[in-house]
Structures are given as C-alpha cells and as structure tokens.
C-alpha cells in the first residue's frame, strides 16, 4: 500500500505480557517516528529513528519499551511486562527527511488494551 | 516546559460556515508546524503545513496563519463541510530531528 501500515489494528492482553508492534513505513521515507495517544489526548513522542543514525529513544517512558527498525524499513516496538496504563494507542509515522522540515504521514495505530 | 496548546476544545460550526481552530505555541525556536486532522479510529492526516519563514499559507479549502509575534497558529476551513468533523491537532518541530510536539487537540462538530 501506499500508506504507513501498522499491526494488528488491536491488541489485547493480560498485564505482565509481552507485545510487540508492527510498523511498515512508507517505502523510501527514511525517518520513522513512534508516538502514544492516550484516550481523548494528543500524541505523545516515543522514539525516532533516521537512516542507520542510532534512535532517539528520549521518550520512551521506561525500560520495559523498547523499538528496533530492520534494514532501515520496517519496525518494531516492544512491551514487556506490560502494565495497565500501557493502554493506549500507538501511531507510528513517518517522513522523507529526517531534519523535521517534511510532514510525518501516520499509520492508523494499534490499540492496545491490558486487562 | 515549553508546549504547544489550543484555545478551543470544541468548535460547533454550521455546515457552509468558515471555521477557524487556534493554538499557541511556546517554543521560540520552533521553525515548521502542521495541521493534522484525526476522524474517530484513524490516524492523524496530514492536512496543511507551514515554515517559520511564512506566515500564511494556502491549500484546497484550508489556510494556515502564523503569527511569529505573539506565537500563535490557527487553522482556517472554508465552507465547513459534515465530513469535516474531526479532533484537529496542531503540532511544532521543537528539534532538528523532526520529534513533533502536539496540542491536546479541538473537536469539530459540523451541525447541518
């Protein structure tokens, strides 16, 4: 397709579960972001990769979060030990450039529920 | 710490009427912002953006205003449509690597 693909679309699982999330970018977008929307709020930044740069993983809220992006393409973002209030929904987007003066076209997100 | 905000949480427009959807921002140093609009169980969609070196810009139905002076964006929608209603989400570039930062966002709701 031509869009940001992520999956599943939805998620649910118990507390102390592992997850993990896909995101496919658009092909040839070389900067790939990672963002959390809690219910009725607005993103909020998770971690950022640009070509084979090391990420910038400055938001990601503990260490049980952690992405990796295979051969510049796709990604994948991990939970462990997941907790309650890892719900929410998780976008992935991303951009030609990296230097923040291109717009991020975002994924429709997976939401993830911890029972 | 710096954040980018909106005045309006919800905006009720009649179908046909321009809207028009603030944010301020804090960030002196941000240089790119965009409109992003987000339907119930979608993505955010990318509609309009703009740099620091303009202060208007215009795209299909949509004008984007930027006030460097007093730090403050807004989002001009002609002839308000129904499929317009969405949450709409204003965002800064607060760093050289593209990290975004969003207010919390204004729902639109289009009455016929």
């Known amino acids: 397709g031509a869009g940001v693909s992520q999956s599943p679309s939805n998620k649910v699982t118990e507390k102390g579960k592992d997850v993990e999330l896909r995101c496919d970018p658009i092909?040839?977008?070389?900067?790939l972001y990672w963002y959390r929307q809690s219910l009725g709020q607005g993103l909020e930044f998770l971690i950022y990769f640009q070509g084979n740069s090391a990420p910038d993983k400055s938001g990601l809220p503990s260490d049980r979060f952690s992405a990796e992006r295979t051969g510049g393409s796709v990604s994948t973002l991990t939970i462990q030990r997941t907790q309650q209030e890892d719900s929410a929904v998780y976008l992935c987007?991303?951009?030609?450039?990296?230097?923040?003066?291109?717009?991020?076209?975002f994924g429709d997100g997976t939401r993830l529920s911890i029972l | 710490g710096e954040s980018v905000g909106l005045h309006l949480p919800t905006l009720s427009v009649q179908e046909g009427d321009n809207s028009i959807i603030n944010c301020a921002y804090s960030n002196s140093a941000s240089d790119y912002f965009i409109w992003y609009k987000q339907e119930s169980g979608k993505g955010p969609q990318f509609i309009i953006d703009?740099?620091?070196?303009?202060d208007k810009r215009q795209g299909q139905r949509v004008t984007v205003l930027l006030n460097k002076t007093v730090k403050h964006l807004s989002l001009q929608i002609a002839a308000t449509q129904p499929g317009d209603s969405a949450v709409y989400f204003c965002?800064?570039?607060?760093?050289?690597?593209?990290?975004?930062?969003f207010g919390a966002g204004t729902q639109v709701v289009v009455t016929p």
């Open positions: 703009i740099r620091s070196n303009m």
């Open positions: 987007a991303s951009s030609n450039e990296g230097r923040g003066l291109s717009p991020q076209h």
């Open positions: 965002a800064e570039n607060f760093d050289s690597w593209g990290k975004l930062q």
């Open positions: 092909s040839g977008h070389t900067a």
